[in-house]
């Protein structure tokens, strides 16, 4: 059965891609794209002719689509999925930016109207293993550092896939102590901080998507390094939830839960 997608954020950096990849499959039908400063023109941004465009979530009718992909901002994400979640739209997920409440909240909606749905941090599968590679790294070394690389639009620090970097070996490291005494001369020059993982987030132009996890123990080090050059490297794992999402009660958070 072919599953109609509607894409919030169509117009966008992402959003063209996943456009791109809906348009290519067989069993999608990309029927509706949601921006608020989008023209009424689905050719323009490679929408099919039928495709409806939407400024707002007030104009989107009942029944609109089965799924509902979202690159967005992080400002607009969280009103962007509930209203998905309660139009029983399965929401597939990569704008980052909201907190740990709001993807709470998110879930319990989720589990009220039995709808299931994905977010990914991180839908590049060299960024997957990363966080995996991490996780399983600071069982031994648990002093460790995030360095996240952007490119200078991005719009939320630290980025979502080094919080859920960070999030995960603070979850399987044993206790610690670090430096309680150390004096910044130079405000957050130690960066941001994570239970005690410090994050430090680069923007320049000319950079898409890069992570670096920095793990020191006595007399050695281990650096783990992923990188998106291109943000074509994303899709893969879109294709896989849009495949998958039916399969899911829930909204579950991780690529990694569904591969
Ligand atoms: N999980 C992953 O693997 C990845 C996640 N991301 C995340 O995806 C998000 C989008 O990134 P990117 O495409 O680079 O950003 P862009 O700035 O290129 O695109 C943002 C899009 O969101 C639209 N938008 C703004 N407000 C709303 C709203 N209220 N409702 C619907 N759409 C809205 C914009 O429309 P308009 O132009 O009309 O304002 C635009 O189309 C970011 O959070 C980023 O971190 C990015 C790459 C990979
Ligand atoms: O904004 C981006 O570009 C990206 N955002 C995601 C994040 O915040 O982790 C995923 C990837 O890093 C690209």
Redesign the pocket.
Known sequence: MTKKVLVAGFTGAMGQKAVNLVNSLDNFELVAGMSPTATNDPQKYNLPAGAKIYQSLAEIPDLAADIWIDFTTPKAVYDNVKFALEHHISPVV?T?GMSDEQEAELIKISQKEKVGGLIA??F?IS?VLLMKFAKEAAKYFPDAEII?M??AD?K?AP????LATAKMIAENRPEHETAPDEVETLENVRGGDYQGIKIHSVRLPGY??H?QVLFGGPGEALTIRQD?FDRESFMGGVKVALEKVDQLDELVVGLENIL
């Open positions: 990569g980052t941090p991180n590049g960024a996240e952007h490119h991005k939320d980025s979502g896939t080094a898409i998507a992570e998106s």
